[in-house]
């Protein structure tokens, strides 16, 4: 068994609306999905991804409103780094977003920057055939849009024998998973001397993709290679496994089904907050407290 790359990145915002403005508006991403933290529903959890809510590009962030600027530390993801197709792509995004006021750092065949409350992101130069997983945006070309996850750089000291019993080979200092459908990475580097700190602009979690029939199969390998971890939980849109890896990093097994579209209109994807069935419930104690956001895409002109 092995993993199809990441399924998603979960990130904290302590800003919604700054947040679409930035992963909708300047980097062209789609919000798929509106919705709450299902172990905390008063608080958003917000799916970005390309046009169909696909796993391989989707990022989340939940909202909490008061949180603290968080600091990257040991044993947690610092940097997410997405795939763009050619060297024109990098400088299309060093344009837009020094444009937006972003510092970036370009270096050979990747571009640095950081989202505004500090979360670090890369993209490269894709060198691989997975299909390309774009959203449509006005300004950005499907040509120099992004194209979904490449890997996640985090901080700590990678555990070859616990990485090797999930799948991942390692590969020039990275971990690497690949099945059938795409294929990601992790790479770990010794993290910088202070500690770190949960908060707005870090990664909470990273999520590796998985067949829906492996799911029980993947939860068996997890505590055979002396992990610790959850049961199967149904999340609605796919199921999920939570452990933290030898290094600290919380990892989530979630499967490539049932997907987004489940439960609203394709094309109408992240217009509404949408609550799982075994939440609708709570929708008038939680609207009135969530921050209100607008649908991104309303002032577009029908396409
Ligand atoms: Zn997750």
């Known amino acids: 068994m092995r993993f199809d790359g990441i399924?998603?990145?979960?990130?904290?915002?302590?800003?919604?609306?700054?947040?679409?403005?930035?992963?909708?508006?300047?980097?062209?991403?789609?919000?798929?999905?509106?919705?709450?933290?299902?172990?905390?529903?008063?608080?958003?959890?917000?799916?970005?991804?390309?046009?169909?809510g696909s796993a391989g590009s989707d990022i989340t962030f939940f909202e909490y409103p008061n949180a603290r600027p968080g600091q990257a530390g040991d044993g947690m993801v610092h940097t997410v780094v997405w795939r763009v197709g050619s060297p024109e792509a990098?400088?299309?995004?060093?344009?837009?977003?020094?444009?937006?006021?972003?510092?970036?750092?370009?270096?050979?065949?990747?571009?640095?920057?950081?989202?505004?409350?500090?979360?670090?992101?890369?993209?490269?130069?894709?060198?691989?055939?997975?299909?390309?997983?774009?959203?449509?945006?006005?300004e950005i070309p499907r040509e120099v849009a992004l194209w979904g996850f490449e890997g996640v750089r985090a901080y700590g000291r990678a555990s070859d024998d616990f990485l090797t019993a999930l799948g991942f080979e390692q590969e020039e200092g990275r971990w690497d998973t690949r099945a059938e459908t795409r294929g990601g990475w992790i790479e770990y580097a010794e993290a910088p001397h202070v500690a770190g700190v949960g908060g707005a602009g870090t990664?909470?979690?990273?999520?590796?993709?998985?067949?829906?029939?492996?799911?029980?199969?993947?939860?068996?390998?997890?505590?055979?290679?002396?992990?610790?971890?959850t049961q199967i939980i149904d999340r609605f849109w796919f199921r999920s496994i939570y452990f933290r890896e030898p290094?600290?990093?919380?990892?989530?097994?979630?499967?490539?089904?049932?997907?987004?579209?489940?439960?609203?209109?394709?094309?109408?994807?992240?217009?509404?907050?949408?609550?799982?069935?075994?939440?609708?419930?709570?929708?008038?104690?939680?609207?009135?407290?969530?921050?209100?956001?607008?649908?991104?895409?309303?002032?577009?002109?029908?396409?």
């Open 90 to 138: 990098l400088e299309f995004w060093a344009n837009r977003l020094g444009a937006e006021g972003h510092e970036v750092e370009a270096d050979g065949e990747s571009l640095r920057f950081a989202n505004p409350e500090g979360l670090q992101h890369e993209l490269v130069v894709s060198h691989v055939a997975d299909e390309p997983l774009v959203a449509h945006h006005p």
């Open 7 to 52: 399924h998603h990145v979960t990130c904290i915002t302590a800003d919604a609306p700054a947040n679409v403005d930035f992963y909708t508006r300047v980097l062209g991403l789609r919000l798929v999905k509106k919705t709450v933290n299902q172990d905390d529903p008063t608080v958003y959890h917000l799916f970005y991804a390309d046009e169909d």
């Open 247 to 303: 290094a600290g990093v919380l990892f989530e097994i979630a499967t490539l089904g049932p997907g987004f579209t489940t439960d609203e209109d394709p094309e109408h994807l992240g217009e509404k907050l949408i609550l799982p069935p075994a939440f609708e419930h709570l929708r008038e104690r939680v609207e009135p407290v969530l921050t209100p956001l607008p649908d991104p895409r309303a002032g577009w002109a029908k396409r």
């Open 203 to 229: 990664v909470h979690h990273v999520a590796w993709a998985s067949k829906m029939e492996d799911q029980e199969a993947w939860h068996d390998r997890v505590l055979e290679a002396g992990g610790n971890p």
